[in-house]
């Protein structure tokens, strides 16, 4: 199980070379502000919850600063209808301690569930009496598109293939992620295992490239092919044993974000092409009282079943009668 953390990175651009008479600083007067993060999954009962403060250092890298700015204490708790849910704070263990020594710390509460289309509000109350609150609102599911999506995969049509669903408003924001399920025997035992499709796997630069996707408005996934043709082969590398494995089908796990989570997608990525620069983009925010992001998304599946003929190609054994 993935834990999601979204952290708001405070970041400074030096500008040079600019031609003006006087000097140009990008520093200004610092006042300490505070960042609530928590994004609820609609498909656990574990959520948790992040609290900060801002932080001043001296000259110009924020990234000199070795102290977590992690706030403890709090008291956070969640309103779903007629209920409050208490959040607990907790550590583990960080993967990357280039900067931080001490474990991660955050909030948790593993007891809470909604339901879909259910209004949300989250109050963080600092040991200063400081007061932090945010509203969400689970998005409602979407309709796959069974006539007009691949229900075999690879196409036999088209360099791609494809699963489409019916969008629920114009601005929501969706992560497509394809997973292929298969059977490996080890030690004569069938062993089930999964691996993700990338969207694309291109030659860029004279170098194979695995592209996977990226959050989108766009209300289809597209995966190339080759990028099918890549994960098949990769299962098996290094391995002459190909009828150990059997192909059992692939499984779209589509992640639908909430209004305040695809505004902040949209914040970060709407405006923006290749050859854009913003030294004057604003954080998202949808906390009263500060800053961060309060949010949810729901996670829903289809799936498709992969080419008996297509899978016997690599030697591998198919599901598929």
Known sequence: MRNIFIFIVL????????????DFSPRTTYK?????????RGDTSLQTATLAHTYNVEGYDPYVNTEDPFIGGADIRIWHKDDVYFFHDSTI???????????????YNNNFKPGTDDPIEIRAVLLSGKILLGFSKLPKPVKFDLINSDKRIPSQENPDFRFIWQSNTSITWYLARLQLYYYKIENGVQVRKSIEVPAKYDLENGVWTTVYPKPSRTNRALFSNAALDYVMNKISEGDLNKSDYTILGAVLELLIFDENLSKYYSSLNGFLDDYTIRVDQADYTNIEGGFGIFASYIKQQSGAGVEPEYVQSFGYKSNIP
């Open 32 to 40: 300490e502000r505070y960042i609530l993060n928590c994004i609820i």
């Open 11 to 22: 970041s400074i651009v030096i500008l040079t070379n600019i031609g003006c008479e006087e």
């Open 93 to 107: 263990d960080r993967t990357d301690t280039s900067r931080y020594n001490a474990p991660m710390k955050f909030y």
